[in-house]
């Protein structure tokens, strides 16, 4: 089974990563993070953090697609090698799939017209201008699309496709093999258990 | 503050890239990937998964340094380079920290002779053989010495430290900011919790 996971400049790395890691450590799984031309791109802290190894001529059929968020998506919205590559391999795919505020990017490719469907907290609410209902859960099933919501739930997403296009044992496994049994030092992991005040303080890290 | 992260050969890219979204979003910190020669280092699936853009020659003195872990642990302990920029580094640091297996690292360094540490459940007692002191803790604190357990502990790590270096409030900010309430699909996170016939079958995993 192949993997893609698209990268744009200014995604954010764990967004891909995670997922990444999770996918890689599952029997018959091949990843490949992909784009328009090979080599590093970009990432939202401006670095050459990741490195596309495979084209998107070179892989126009992966079974699953997972595609990234982070502050490069609004000008990714608008990215046509990446937006025509995806509606083509959105026709092979057995998962079409999203991480963080890469829903919007599925959602512009014309995906997510009345699905379900998730993002980070903040930005959320704006898949409604895209057609789609916005559901506050971490991850999102509407059909064979799947979309998470922000940066760090792209793991618990990749376990339950895992589990999914496996059984739940390999994916029981996987989990014990990256050991993770989560111990976040805060409860704040969302806005509703964070206190208010933080909420515009999150945002403005992501944004600068 | 700067942050070095090293890459050698055969590293797992989640241990790396939890750290580095983590950091790089808390006000102050810069963080590079580092190592002998710039560009791409082959990763635990064989592949250029990241970039090191800082050599060790250019960032002598970090003010943080996080040795991520993975198969390529064993053959990394016979890596001088990595070993006298360590033990070169870590004259300068505050907090010398690794997750997963690179605390094997941090051990041929002699950092943790007589200190309490951790690593991947799977290789976690073999730190006795170093010298330290293993602990089933997620992340064991011992002086500015700081080590994590498998893969995916880098993140709460990651959020510790920042608590620690700025205050509480901005790691909390930080971990709503990459919405961080984990839903892992299972409850298998840990030795102590998954089924004790997973156990062969998750080191076979990482090892293959």
Redesign the interface.
Known sequence: MHIAIPLYPGF???DA??P??VM????GCE?S?VASELG?VIDD?G?????A?TTYAALPGPDIVIVPGGPGTTEALGDRALLDWLTAADAHTRWTTSV?SGSFILAAAGFLTGRKATS??GWRDQLAAFGAEPVAD??VFDGKYVTA?????G??MA??LV?RETD??T????????????????D????E???AD??A???A??NT
């Open positions: 954010t790395a764990l990563v995670g990444y890691t890689a450590l599952t029997p990843v993070f590093p802290q670095k050459p953090t990741l490195v190894t963080c980070h907290w971490r991850v919501a922000g940066v760090s739930s793991i618990d376990l339950t589990a739940d044992r994916a029981q496994t996987v989990q014990l093999a990256i050991e993770y049994d989560p111990e976040p030092p805060f704040t992991g969302s806005p258990k964070a206190p933080l909420h303080e999150a945002i890290l992501i």
